[in-house]
């Protein structure tokens, strides 16, 4: 062979040669890639037991390889990333109650229909203005909406036409990405509006003037801003809201918790942390009110936290049909409906939940999505058990400004034992705040024989204390770019520590380490 034909087969075998072993480069790195993805590490909940310190806890975290991210205090839990293989060997740890994926919850709003109504009936369907002629508008009750925030500077929140300072008495942002104390994604202020908005603040040239006002229109408004710009939050970050809630109750007279979202992975109430959470709320004095979903009658349609726990109450969806009469009402297809995993039947209650104008956050991605949706800049018209939740929240806030003394348990009993059925339902009864109120002794009974999650000691109904080096949560006043200007109280963020649980702040008796990897999405439907 020649040294030209050598030459010549070396040009074109060289270029053949290179691409050959690129190809199996990218082969191999395929399946590194692969290899990698089956052991991703991901962020998970881990409940301790009974006698086990959360210092106990972090050391175990770290033995399997794992990175403490938050403390989960009320919960006697924590927040830890770990391989799918640390995952399981945390779970065969006799220290270990439960591990949990931090899995994303999704709001409950769960329509943006064309509008086909300038007004809402609702507070005619649930009988408020009945209470509201005896003066029972909510007055001094504060309902927590752990949301994505409200937009406290609009008109509808203002505490008279007179008074320009905003009913929304406080702001809390948990959630480490959120950057602003407002609401940029829509959610929470269409749920605060329709628990306490009064569109009677407005000034008479206003053409909305009057036209839309939530079920308790005076009632007090704590924003706990659990969701990020995008409305993304995650257990963890609804958890550490209803810590706040718990930790100033006091404060700000907090009587109500609005919880208009559901997880999206299906746990036994007993160890799911969220439940923990809520019945921990509860137990302290706390109504709470959540959606029940808007999956039907699918076989899981509710056994999400905290839809599926005994104690709270669970509220589902009628259409009002825009009318005054509650002759026409119906229940809404898409209101989740059936029994839990634990055998429990929810909805408790229903309460107006369709095409429901209330106020929106100016420039929020709300009014992007359905731009048709917008009734006027301020006001938009969204459908869910979301909303029906937030209704049923302003109705709980005037039953407690009458009956302060009652009990959470008193107040579920009250609503259950006097509500009226639905048409061609029957079994699952509408919320109506004027018979509750003239509820007796014999009609303020509910709860009765259930089983506690087994993070409550039965004994005190509280959280056991034992099972954490128990601390109250710090939270410390936020920068000015997490301001509340609008707010006449303080706004509010968890203080901010390392991953190992050194907290920043030496001062911070409550401490969290927050991640920005792993958070899923809070996740709106539109398929109704």
Known sequence: MTFELVRWR??????VLVLLTMAMLAGLLAAARADAGEQQSTEVIVQLRDGTSLDEGRALV?????????ELSIINGLGAVVSPAAAEALE???RVRAVSANAPVASSGQSLSTPSLLQTAFNQSVRAEKAWAKSVVGWGVGVAVVDTGIAGQLPDFKLSTDDPRSRVIASAVVNPNARTAGDTYGHGTHVAGLIAGNGNNRTGADPFDADYVGTAPYAN????????????????DVIDGIQFAVEHKADYNIRVLNLSLNSTVAESYKTDPLDAAVEEAWFSGIVVVTAAGNAGTADDAVSYAPANDPYVITVGAVDDRGTDSVLD??????????????GIRKPEVLAPGAHLVSTMSSG????????????????????GTSMSAAVTSGVVADILQARPSWTPDQVKGALMNTARDVPGVGVEPQTDVAMSLLSGDSRLRSNTGLTPSTLIDPATGKIDMTKADWSRASFRSADQLLSAPWSPSASWRCSICSGDGTAVDPNASWRASWRASWRASWRTSFSK
């Open 221 to 236: 408004l704590i924003s706990i801003k659990v969701a990020d710009e995008e409305g993304n939050a995650s257990l963890i």
């Open 10 to 15: 070396l040009r074109w075998m060289v270029p």
């Open 329 to 342: 009402d119906q229940l809404a297809s898409w209101s989740s409906r059936g029994t839990t995993q634990d």
């Open 364 to 383: 929020s991605a709300y009014t992007t999505m359905c731009p048709t949706c917008m009734v006027g800049t301020d006001y938009m018209r969204l459908g």
């Open 92 to 94: 065969r740890d006799n």
């Open 62 to 70: 770290r033995s399997v390889g794992g990175t403490v991210s938050r």
